[in-house]
């Protein structure tokens, strides 16, 4: 079992910066695939980045490719999404997850998620 609670959302004006943190409880966190999804207001969810249980692969939607980064420490059970350059377009409830067998696109594959930290960008 995995709990994982994510922090560091707010409010920002467009070209400002925010790093999300995601503290995941248990043993086995390393063991797990990480991926960050996010949802807007009358919009499915849809897949912002992903890092395999190592950190050694990163896998990020095209629309924030260049200016997100997602990064894992396992000594802190902890991942994070820098996201810099924020544009109005990435307002939305942003997800942390947890995924047993491998990251993924897909946010069907992800076994654990968290409750949500609300990122807004104002023009």
């Known amino acids: 079992q995995v709990q994982l609670v994510e922090s560091g959302g707010g409010l920002v004006q467009a070209g400002g910066s925010l790093r999300l943190s995601c503290a995941a409880s248990g043993r086995t966190f390393s063991s797990y695939a990480m991926g960050w999804f996010r949802q807007a207001p009358g919009k499915e969810r849809e897949f912002v980045a992903a890092i395999s249980w190592s950190g050694g692969s990163t896998y990020y939607a095209d629309s924030v490719k260049g200016r997100f980064t997602i990064s894992r420490d396992n000594a802190k059970n902890t991942v994070y999404l820098q996201m810099n350059s924020l544009k109005p377009e990435d307002t939305a409830v942003y997800y942390c997850?947890?995924?047993?067998?491998?990251?993924?696109?897909?946010?069907?594959?992800?076994?654990?998620w968290g409750q949500g930290t609300q990122v807004t960008v104002s023009s």
């Open positions: 997850a947890a995924a047993n067998e491998g990251a993924s696109h897909f946010g069907t594959e992800y076994d654990y």
